[in-house]
């Protein structure tokens, strides 16, 4: 695209943006290539959602640059019993509307999460329930000892009984089923900002929150996100000084913006583990030309299909060298993580694939549908792309379905797993491997809220009794073992497919400073602006 044509672009799009400010003001402006879908906090357990409510609603604990637990709502929290936990709030805290924050918001927090089309049911799975002590006091009962509960409550963000009782929003609508509540484009949270417009895949303005009660570290008067889904488009936003800053930044672009004057990146690794896995639940694939039976039931193919894929080559690339491969769905720097779980499976082998998948009936392959979104990881369209690519070396024919993340996540989680091979990206937000075994390795246990986000069915029984386990081991060379014994289960049933670690990499004009966490999360709470 001609500059002139590239700049009629810009102008169209921002001219719809553009809102009056101050003279003296510090607004910031900001970009992705996917939008935040909802402002429901429970919408979907997805880090850029997640991060994005979280300048609104807040939670008990939160975390720090370094990923350790600090107080916000809640001021002290202890073990008051083995399977008791006690928590002070915070006193003379308000919701946005002006109403006071008390333990009946907590209470009704809780039953929201864990019911109706919540997506965050596994976050608080182990609390069987809770109880007001007093109007600053709650104590919750755990499901069994529960050593790491105040870990798993850092991305729950707390909201307002009276506020969503008056909005008919009592229970949070399924965004998978393209449902909407008040919540979805309305908030009112006790954090450090409050929604001022939402226009979905358009702009999100948030203000500060004057009567926040924490002291302020940023310096921003306004913040607007604007999604701006083509990557060009974006850069080129960034480079013309439209926004200041892309939270998303293609690997093909960072050499030329870091070469850029008046810009930097800002990068670092990412407790995110990328992966392919495959239905191995249902009795006949979805997706798929095989009829009568599913090909990912038998491990020779999901074996064969591992060692298709070359993770070294997406790495150099696709990835331009800003990721790490691995063996493992968790990362260093994740509590539970060996080198030894990093470690492939089975080497890249073209010829051995072809043989395993040979072996189980598929001489010449089979079709088979491979769903990726295209909007919410680093190059995760390209990423598929290559996997279908080597696949087809096999003799795999792989239809790529690439959509946005609203219409992917929709089409490959709860409640339907409407999945028959897809790539995704998960990083456990307890920063404990407990996260991953409950979440993604543990059989579907809708009742029990276990593998929630177990897309493709994986289930092994020892797995799962070494994941309860793990929930209650309080020593921990006990529990690194049996971390150790159900990860080796998975690498030994072909499972998933790890892929890569993801680099994070945010690009910003020189005069914002901001603090890149390992998780990936963007608090504006911590955003300065020189």
């Known amino acids: 695209?001609?500059?002139?044509?590239?700049?009629?672009?810009?102008?169209?799009?921002?001219?719809?943006?553009?809102?009056?400010?101050?003279?003296?003001?510090?607004?910031?402006?900001?970009?992705?290539?996917?939008?935040?879908?909802?402002?429901?906090?429970?919408?979907?357990?997805?880090?850029?959602?997640?991060?994005?409510?979280?300048?609104?609603?807040?939670?008990?604990?939160?975390?720090?640059?370094?990923?350790?637990?600090?107080?916000?709502?809640?001021?002290?929290?202890?073990?008051?019993?083995?399977?008791?936990?006690?928590?002070?709030?915070?006193?003379?805290?308000?919701?946005?509307?002006?109403?006071?924050?008390?333990?009946?918001?907590?209470?009704?927090?809780?039953?929201?999460?864990?019911?109706?089309?919540?997506?965050l049911k596994g976050t608080l799975a182990s609390a069987k329930g809770a109880r007001k002590i007093d109007s600053h006091t709650v104590e919750f009962d755990t499901d069994g000892v529960d050593p790491i509960f105040p870990e798993q409550l850092s991305t729950w963000g707390i909201m307002s009984k009276a506020w969503a009782e008056k909005n008919n929003a009592t229970v949070a609508a399924d965004i998978t089923k393209n449902e909407e509540s008040y919540a979805t484009r309305n908030a009112n949270g006790t954090g450090p900002f409050v929604l001022r417009t939402r226009e979905p895949d358009v702009r999100t303005v948030l203000v500060p929150n004057p009567g926040w009660w924490d002291k302020p570290v940023h310096n921003i008067t306004e913040a607007s996100f604007f999604r701006i889904g083509n990557d060009a488009t974006r850069m080129a936003a960034l480079l013309s000084g439209e926004v200041d800053f892309v939270y998303t930044v293609p690997?093909?672009?960072?050499?030329?913006?870091?070469?850029?004057?008046?810009?930097?990146?800002?990068?670092?690794?990412?407790?995110?583990?990328?992966?392919l896995s495959f239905d191995q639940m249902r009795a006949e694939l979805t997706d798929s030309a095989v009829k009568g039976k599913n090909p990912f039931k038998d491990k020779r193919v999901r074996q064969a299909f591992y060692q298709a894929i070359d993770v070294e080559a997406i790495k150099s690339r696709v990835m331009r060298n800003q990721s790490v491969p691995t063996g493992s769905l968790i990362a260093p720097g994740v509590n539970g993580y060996t080198a030894e779980m990093?470690?492939?499976?089975?080497?890249?082998?073209?010829?051995?694939?072809?043989?395993?998948?040979?072996?189980?009936?598929?001489?010449?392959?089979?079709?088979?549908?491979?769903?990726?979104?295209?909007d919410r990881y680093v190059n995760d369209e390209g990423i598929c792309t290559a996997a279908v690519a080597m696949l087809a070396r096999i003799g795999m024919k792989v239809n790529l379905n690439a959509q946005t993340r609203a219409?992917?996540?929709?089409?490959?989680?709860?409640?339907?797993?409407?999945?028959?091979?897809y790539l995704l990206g998960w990083t456990p937000a307890t920063y404990d491997a407990h996260n991953v075994l409950f979440n993604l390795m543990h059989t579907r246990d809708a009742a029990r809220s276990r593998g929630q986000f177990n897309n493709?069915?994986?289930?092994?029984?020892?797995?799962?009794?070494?994941?309860?386990?793990?929930?209650?081991?309080?020593?921990?060379?006990?529990?690194?073992?049996?971390?150790?014994?159900?990860?080796?289960?998975?690498?030994?049933?072909?499972?998933?497919?790890?892929?890569?670690?993801?680099?994070?990499?945010?690009?910003?004009?020189?005069?914002?400073?901001?603090?890149?966490?390992a998780d990936n999360y963007f608090p504006l709470r911590l955003v300065n602006i020189k």
């Open 456 to 517: 493709g069915g994986y289930s092994n029984p020892e797995v799962d009794k070494l994941t309860d386990l793990v929930s209650v081991e309080t020593d921990p060379a006990k529990r690194q073992e049996m971390i150790g014994r159900a990860f080796k289960h998975l690498a030994d049933d072909f499972g998933y497919i790890p892929l890569h670690q993801q680099t994070i990499v945010w690009a910003m004009k020189q005069n914002i400073d901001v603090v890149q966490m």
């Open 251 to 275: 690997p093909q672009d960072q050499e030329r913006l870091s070469r850029t004057p008046g810009l930097k990146l800002v990068q670092g690794p990412e407790l995110r583990i990328i992966y």
């Open 342 to 374: 990093g470690r492939r499976a089975a080497p890249f082998d073209p010829a051995a694939a072809q043989r395993l998948l040979a072996e189980a009936g598929y001489p010449n392959g089979f079709e088979v549908t491979l769903d990726c979104p295209n």
């Open 407 to 421: 219409r992917f996540f929709a089409k490959v989680n709860t409640p339907g797993f409407n999945t028959s091979f």
């Open 1 to 119: 695209m001609k500059k002139t044509a590239l700049a009629g672009v810009l102008a169209g799009f921002f001219a719809v943006a553009a809102i009056p400010m101050p003279l003296d003001a510090k607004p910031f402006r900001w970009a992705n290539d996917g939008d935040v879908n909802s402002m429901d906090p429970y919408a979907r357990n997805e880090t850029f959602l997640l991060t994005f409510t979280q300048n609104i609603y807040e939670p008990l604990v939160r975390r720090d640059a370094n990923l350790k637990l600090e107080a916000s709502l809640a001021t002290e929290w202890r073990q008051s019993a083995p399977t008791v936990w006690r928590f002070t709030l915070r006193q003379n805290v308000r919701f946005h509307d002006g109403t006071p924050f008390t333990a009946d918001d907590v209470l009704f927090s809780l039953e929201r999460v864990k019911s109706g089309g919540s997506n």
